[in-house]
């Protein structure tokens, strides 16, 4: 019975996040704004929110067990950038072997790919050191929460100015289907925009509140820990689904969205979560939670590294896959 509440509140969370996410799209074409800031800011924040949504319930109103929470909320904080890093990316560039093979060029918009993976890389090495900063150090751990909150204020101030002229050199935000609502009837403006994110919004609360106590139940019936179960299946379960949307998009040659739903989810996984997470959770290296740490680093420099040397192949992003593989080998040994 477990399993299927699971199941049932996964597939409320999806069709909230498709809600959502159709909104977001119309949005960003009503604002005239670019596939950049579509993919990295809306799109990503947007498929983002199932995963937000059960950290932040788990630790602020989720089970009667405190410790159960917190596993919860650390687990599915540091769980969302260590499958984007890994098995989102190399999922995508999977997608498009049989159309442009292994040397196949990758071809997303450079300058929005680097600010991603540089302050990706930024906020999430301040994560990092945190794990090491006892928690009765409240001070200095405000210290380094403060500064993940700003980089991502920084960052999204430098995504929307360079907005204008990607937009300007035919990069503007087209949104592919039509808004749910408006296929009812309803007319398309900024009203009934708002009114389908709200709605997505209610959803993706109800579904991730129901999501919290079936993991509980499952982690005991399974018997590993919750905060394994959650740094594993939470992410895949929660944000891997809304990550199709990057490997349709770059099926269709759209490969700035493709990138930017994924690399635009990191900078927000990678920084206000953890630094809701090193405020309100022991957030202590435990081997797990290390090693997962460590993968989502080595994967983001990695890319990053591709993306300096030129050309992004579709090889290059089956190392990140490796590098998930990596993990759940340690992770379950």
Wanted: net charge neutral; with cysteine; hydrophobic share 55%.
């Amino acid at each position: 019975m477990v399993f299927v509440e699971l199941l049932v509140m996964l597939v409320v969370i999806l069709i909230a996040a498709e809600v959502f996410t159709n909104a977001l799209e119309h949005l960003g074409e009503k604002l005239k704004i670019s596939e950049g800031v579509t993919g990295s800011l809306f799109a990503a924040v947007g498929t983002a929110l199932p995963e937000t949504m059960v950290p932040l319930l788990a630790l602020l109103a989720g089970t009667s067990n405190t410790e159960v929470n917190e596993e919860i909320g650390v687990g599915a904080i540091l769980g969302a950038p260590l499958m984007l890093s890994t098995l989102s990316l190399a999922l995508m560039a999977l997608s498009v072997l049989g159309k442009r093979g292994a040397s196949g060029a990758l071809t997303p918009e450079k300058t929005g790919l680097t600010r991603d993976l540089d302050f990706f890389l930024a906020a999430f090495a301040f994560a990092t050191v945190a794990l090491f900063i006892p928690h009765n150090y409240a001070p200095v751990r405000l210290a380094l929460s403060a500064c993940m909150v700003l980089i991502y204020f920084v960052y999204v101030m430098l995504t929307l100015r360079a907005s204008k002229s990607l937009v300007s050199e035919g990069h503007g935000t087209k949104a592919d289907k039509p808004m749910f609502l408006c296929r009812v009837g309803l007319p398309e403006n900024m009203v009934v925009i708002i009114l389908q994110l709200a709605a997505g919004l209610g959803l993706l609360v109800f579904g991730a509140h129901g999501f919290i106590h079936g993991v509980e139940e499952a982690a005991k019936i399974l018997g590993i820990s919750t905060l394994l179960l959650s740094l594993l299946i939470i992410p895949i379960a929660t944000e891997l689904p809304e990550k199709v949307n990057s490997i349709l998009w770059i099926r269709h040659n759209k490969d700035t969205l493709a990138f930017g739903n994924i690399t635009g989810a990191m900078v927000f996984q990678g920084t206000l979560l953890p630094a809701i997470g090193i405020m309100l959770t022991p957030w202590q290296p435990r081997n797990e939670v290390l090693a997962g740490v460590v993968i989502t680093l080595l994967a983001a420099v990695w890319l990053r590294a591709v993306v300096a040397c030129g050309h992004i192949k579709v090889w290059h992003l089956w190392l990140n896959g490796v590098l998930y593989a990596t993990y759940l080998i340690i992770a379950l040994s």
